[in-house]
């Protein structure tokens, strides 16, 4: 099955080691890159870039840039695959935690019927109820899980 | 323009007065499909999740949205004041506006998306490039 992994680049690690285990599997995966050009058109680690988003000002455009032109890519990498898997750690106190980028994208497969697989469980967030609209597959972190 | 107006249902009764200003103005306009049932059962409220959530479940809302934006030129937010947020924008309006972008649809806003120290996400609504209107539906064109 081609899979797109959807969540937080603050779990770059955990996600690529996702990525190795459904690629053992026989699934063909895609994720955001690795490396984004900074502001002076040079590669860096998407961890670093993390770094410096999190503390970036409104105004910094070019790392907004970045952002925008991540979001935009991996929409389209959504609509490639045949279902997404949304790697939801716990973050911000919150367990399973998915932030707004990654809803919009698992509302983008719902619009799409590709199928929508949660790695970890349903996170207590305000917006729980859109979560459950768009008719996730809770993994429990069983990826073995996921079939066509 | 054919314009589908989003938003919270908590504004249905809003949303049927833009509904009737914007065809005025020579547009068609839809509104979401429960609006009038908000407006005629008003004990029904998006504040109580657990039964909005089955409503929307049973009724499928949310891909019935999703269609009305792909069958529309252009979505309207009707981002009014909500739980002390200036232009609050739910969930669901998050995931239209997402959608509507990737359709390349035109995206209005009512207003100015919250700030982002109020809400985290109005990043990715600024990416999505919307047209806010600062409360004037003539500038919809």
């Known amino acids: 099955m081609k899979i797109t992994i959807c969540g937080s680049i603050a779990f770059q690690d955990e ?4 990525k190795e285990k459904l690629e053992k599997l026989r699934h063909e995966v895609k994720v955001w890159p690795s490396e984004v050009k900074d502001e002076k058109g040079q590669l860096i680690s998407v961890q670093e870039y993390y770094k410096i988003r999190k503390i970036a000002a409104n105004d910094e455009k070019w790392v907004w840039d970045r952002k ?3 979001v935009l890519k991996h929409f389209d990498k959504v609509a490639w695959s045949d279902a997404i898997l949304v790697a939801n750690y716990d973050k911000n106190d919150v367990k399973g935690y998915i932030g707004g980028n990654t809803l919009m994208e698992m509302g983008l497969a719902f619009f799409l019927k590709k199928k929508i697989y949660l790695l970890n469980e349903i996170p207590e967030l305000s917006y729980k109820e859109e979560i459950l609209g768009v008719r996730p597959i809770v993994l429990g972190g069983d990826l073995s899980k996921i079939t066509n | 323009m054919k314009i589908f107006i989003c938003g919270s249902m908590h504004f249905a ?3 049927l007065e833009a509904q009737k200003k914007l065809k005025e ?3 068609i306009v839809e509104v979401p499909c429960d609006t009038r049932l908000f407006i005629d059962k008003p004990d029904m409220t998006t504040d109580n999740h657990e039964e909005d959530s089955k409503h929307c479940i049973d009724n499928d809302i949310i891909r019935k949205s999703f269609n009305s934006i792909a069958e529309n030129d252009a979505i309207l937010v009707l981002n009014y004041p909500k739980d002390g947020v200036n232009g609050y924008i739910g969930a669901s309006g998050l995931m239209e506006i997402g959608l509507a972008y990737f359709l390349k649809k035109k995206i209005f806003l009512l207003y100015s998306p919250p700030p982002v120290k109020e809400t985290k996400y109005s990043h990715e609504i600024f990416i999505m490039q919307p047209v806010i209107l600062n409360g004037d ?3 919809i064109s």
């Open chain 2, 13 to 15: 009764k809003e949303m």
């Open chain 1, 15 to 18: 996600v690529l080691s996702v």
């Open chain 2, 137 to 139: 539906l003539s500038l």
């Open chain 1, 68 to 70: 925008a032109e991540g």
């Open chain 2, 25 to 27: 103005f020579g547009h």
